[in-house]
């Protein structure tokens, strides 16, 4: 799997948007981003994917450059629950889940 | 959205003793369960994947004797730490997914202290 890089920590104010930036330089073409979150001594929880075409739910937006090198996590209106630990993932169909630091966003208020 | 739940939260148990974890999807099938073990301010790494009905696959470094796996069926997943020692004491997280769907839906985790 690719090897994602993201900062180690992010500061946000609570109302605000909160983009978190991640790259994949090495990312192949069959590969997909996904993004799960971890709120302190909670199991992961699944945020959103994409492979090239941007995507939102209800949750988050997701922005995929177009040469798939990098992405961005936007939580349009950041509140305090929002305060995790934010995973980027980059996985080939049937390979497994490598976790790396992810992002430690605070939401501040 | 898909529920994964664990039993229990939190445990506590004496050095020698073992421990079973048990992990269960509870509104979907599960074809694969996974295993992860995460140690304080640490990211989660995977211990194991299991397919209902199959051995389990342990990744590099994991001891299979250990740490033993059964998925016995679509739904329930369990993971029992034998002979458990102070380093083992961990928050272990299980997450199902219902494959050609790769997303994995994860439980709330369990924290095991071994005393």
């Known amino acids: 799997d690719a090897k994602t890089t993201q900062p180690p920590s992010m500061d946000c104010a609570e109302g605000r948007a909160a983009n978190l930036p991640c790259n994949h330089s090495?990312?192949?073409?069959?590969?997909?981003v996904y993004w799960y979150r971890q709120i302190h001594s909670q199991g992961p929880q699944y945020i959103i994917h994409?492979?090239?075409n941007n995507e939102t739910n209800e949750m988050a937006s997701l922005i995929i450059t177009e040469d798939r090198k990098s992405s961005t996590l936007i939580l349009p209106h950041a509140t305090l629950r929002d305060t995790a630990v934010y995973y980027c993932?980059?996985?080939?169909?049937?390979?497994?889940?490598?976790f790396g630091g992810g992002t430690r966003l605070m939401v501040k208020p | 959205g898909a529920v994964v739940s664990q039993h229990p939260s939190r445990v506590i148990c004496k050095s020698g003793t073992s421990v079973k974890i048990e992990c269960r999807s509870l509104?979907?099938?599960?074809?694969?369960m996974f295993w992860y073990r995460q140690f304080p301010k640490k990211s989660l790494m995977l211990m194991a994947t299991?397919?209902?009905?199959?051995?389990?696959?342990?990744e590099q470094g994991v001891e299979k004797d250990k740490f033993l796996i059964n998925h016995a069926s679509l739904t329930l997943s369990t993971l029992t730490v034998t002979s458990a020692h102070p380093e083992d004491s961990s928050f272990y997280i299980c997450?199902?997914?219902?494959?050609?769907?790769?997303?994995?839906?994860f439980g709330p985790g369990t924290r095991l202290t071994v005393t």
């Open positions: 994409g492979l090239k």
């Open positions: 997450s199902a997914s219902d494959s050609p769907n790769y997303e994995q839906y």
């Open positions: 299991s397919n209902e009905g199959s051995k389990a696959t342990y």
């Open positions: 509104d979907f099938q599960a074809t694969t």
């Open positions: 993932i980059v996985l080939n169909a049937g390979n497994m889940l490598t």
């Open positions: 090495t990312i192949s073409g069959n590969e997909y």
